[in-house]
């Protein structure tokens, strides 16, 4: 698959770690040396995970080589939809008069993107379909509750969107050379690790240790497939790029690994943990900066429990 174009949104919004002293009394220095986080990304009023999800479309739209109604499969990817019956794959389908696609929604928990980049694989090889939009857009803070101790202070919202197809479209288009994605519900806490129950309690994370160990240990197994298949070594990796969770998590891969931090891209400091967007959004804000011929792993780990992740040759 050859990446079109991509395009992403951020809110404005910061939420510096000072204010959870007074919501959940964790100060800032702890939420630092736990997670790394130093403020997050917020969704503003009139904001939510359909407007983000377009505006990402938006920004990927003057970087797209053809028309958009060429687009044969649209993808919502994503797991704090702000509805999950008219679905954002179909509001980008009427917004840009799409006609002719298919528009599906699926979620697996923070590996949701990569989940619907293997989906899209899955219709080019059976030729039904060559243009794909996939979007992803997490509205976390909608969701979660910043009294929670435990992961109250974790969550920041963003969206990225990203134009795939079977063909390459013009010369150059960096590519997704392969996809692997695993479902881990039998393992550690699996469903009970992360949940979001929108009339309970939202998005709750009530063992974050056991998150934490399964975490690191499947996205590493997640780039030893990817690169294993590939002949290649994760040594010969230009940048690795895992799901913003916890920067603890993305320093115990990088230990685990034998190799330095500055191999990992991150912008989880900044924006928090943005979810299922949270590894294509690192890529999307650098990969005008990588040089062609650079290879990238993204790697990611979700709640239920999940893995997957996929590599791309810039």
Same mark, same amino acid.
């Given at each position: 698959m050859f990446i079109n174009a991509t395009g992403y949104y951020i809110p404005e919004t910061r939420v510096s770690n000072d204010h959870f002293l007074e919501v959940n009394g964790l100060t800032s220095d702890w939420i630092v040396q736990r997670t790394g986080i130093q403020t997050r990304s917020k969704a503003g009023e009139d904001e939510n995970s359909e407007t983000m999800g377009l /505006?990402?479309? +938006?920004?990927?739209?003057?970087?797209?080589?053809?028309?958009?109604?060429?687009v044969d499969l649209i993808v919502s990817a994503c797991y704090s939809p702000r509805d999950t019956v008219a679905t954002l794959a179909h509001l980008a389908q009427r917004k840009y008069n799409i006609a002719g696609a298919k528009a599906v929604y699926?979620?697996?928990?923070?590996?949701?993107?990569? /989940?619907?980049? +293997?989906?899209?694989?899955?219709?080019?090889?059976?030729?039904?379909a060559s243009k794909a939009l996939i979007i992803c857009s997490e509205h976390n803070t909608y969701y979660s509750n910043e009294t929670d101790p435990k992961c109250g202070h974790l969550w920041g919202d963003a969206a990225v969107a990203v134009f795939v197809s079977k063909e390459e479209q013009r010369p150059g288009e960096s590519q997704i050379l392969d996809i692997f994605t695993r479902g881990l519900g039998h393992v550690g806490k699996g469903p009970d690790g992360v949940r979001l129950r929108p009339k309970e309690d939202g998005i709750t994370m009530p063992d974050g240790r056991d998150v934490f160990m399964h975490a690191c240990k499947y996205m590493i197994e997640v780039l030893e497939q990817l690169t294993g298949k590939n002949n290649i070594t994760i040594a010969d990796l230009k940048y690795i790029i895992c799901h913003q969770a916890n920067m603890r998590i993305v320093a115990n891969v990088a230990h685990l690994l034998n190799l330095d931090m500055s191999k990992f891209l991150n912008n989880i400091q900044e924006l928090g943990n943005t979810g299922s967007a949270s590894a294509m959004l690192v890529l999307a804000q650098h990969i005008h900066e990588l040089q062609k011929?650079?290879?990238?792993g993204l790697t990611v780990f979700g709640g239920g429990y999940s893995s997957g992740g996929f590599l791309v040759r810039i």
């Open positions: /505006n990402a479309v +938006e920004n990927a739209l003057p970087k797209l080589p053809y028309p958009i109604e060429e699926l979620s697996s928990a923070c590996s949701s993107f990569s /989940n619907g980049l +293997e989906v899209i694989e899955g219709y080019f090889a059976m030729n039904k011929g650079d290879l990238i």
